[in-house]
């Protein structure tokens, strides 16, 4: 699902040093992830007439933001894994310090490059949206959210908000941002909004109940229908990000 321009753009920002701190981001970074939400930051500008080019920034913005979160969601103190993708994750091997610290790094390279790569008024408009995605009414308030509710019994709503705090709302974010990034119309950005909404609600169903009961998976196609639904009205020009939907839909571990 890669797409060499993704991986051209993050090279080109990220720190070249030999020092931990930049080893440690540059490791995250590239450690194989599918770049699913720059991805779709792309296409939903291409669906909205937009450009590659007026996409790349925000979209490896997002990437950069997404990379901070595993980071910090791996530490000790939060979910306390030791693997990622197959490799030991960036606490294991760079320390716990310098993990917080990449993190941290990668999260305001992430607004840098938003402030660099677009133009003034809309970089504003681009931001208002990311930062409200990630923070405490985004996922940083569902990764809380979680941690509060570790170990206890969690009904369908809980789950549910969870969900879209930590996972959906910043794939509706990516979504929207695609529109904004191609001066969309009001209507294709909430448009676009709500199938980034319902594809990470989908998307992390899938990841928490992939071994789950039927009725966890008829919810999950409940959700990319919904999804592919608000679609309709870019006509051909959301043929990938249909396919996005199909291709996350069909994963298994």
Do not use: W
């Amino acid at each position: 699902m890669q797409y060499p321009e993704i991986e051209k753009t993050l090279k080109k920002y990220l720190p070249k040093g030999d020092d931990a701190l930049s080893k440690a981001m540059r490791y995250s970074v590239f450690s194989g992830g599918k770049r699913v939400r720059p991805i779709i930051v792309i296409e939903s500008a291409k669906a909205c007439r937009g450009s590659l080019r007026c996409a790349l920034a925000p979209a490896v913005a997002i990437e950069l933001v997404h990379t901070y979160s595993l980071i910090h969601d791996d530490l000790p103190a939060m979910d306390n894994d030791d693997m990622r993708r197959g490799k030991p994750t960036c606490h294991k091997v760079f320390g716990e310090a310098n993990a917080i610290l990449a993190g941290d790094a990668l999260l305001t390279l992430a607004f840098n490059i938003i402030a660099k790569g677009t133009k003034p008024a809309m970089g504003i408009k681009i931001i208002e949206e990311l930062s409200r995605s990630v923070g405490a009414l985004g996922m940083v308030g569902g990764q809380a959210l979680d941690l509060e509710f570790h170990g206890k019994v969690k009904d369908k709503a809980m789950y549910k908000k969870i969900d879209t705090l930590k996972t959906a709302k910043l794939f509706s974010a990516a979504a929207r941002i695609g529109a904004l990034a191609a001066q969309a119309e009001a209507k294709e950005i909430d448009a676009l909004g709500r199938f980034g909404l319902n594809l990470g609600l989908s998307f992390q169903m899938v990841d928490d109940f992939i071994d789950g009961d039927g009725a966890d998976n008829i919810e999950a196609k409940k959700l990319t229908q919904k999804a592919n639904e608000e679609l309709a009205i870019f006509g051909r020009r959301a043929d990938r990000l249909k396919e996005i939907v199909e291709e996350l839909s069909k994963r298994t571990r």
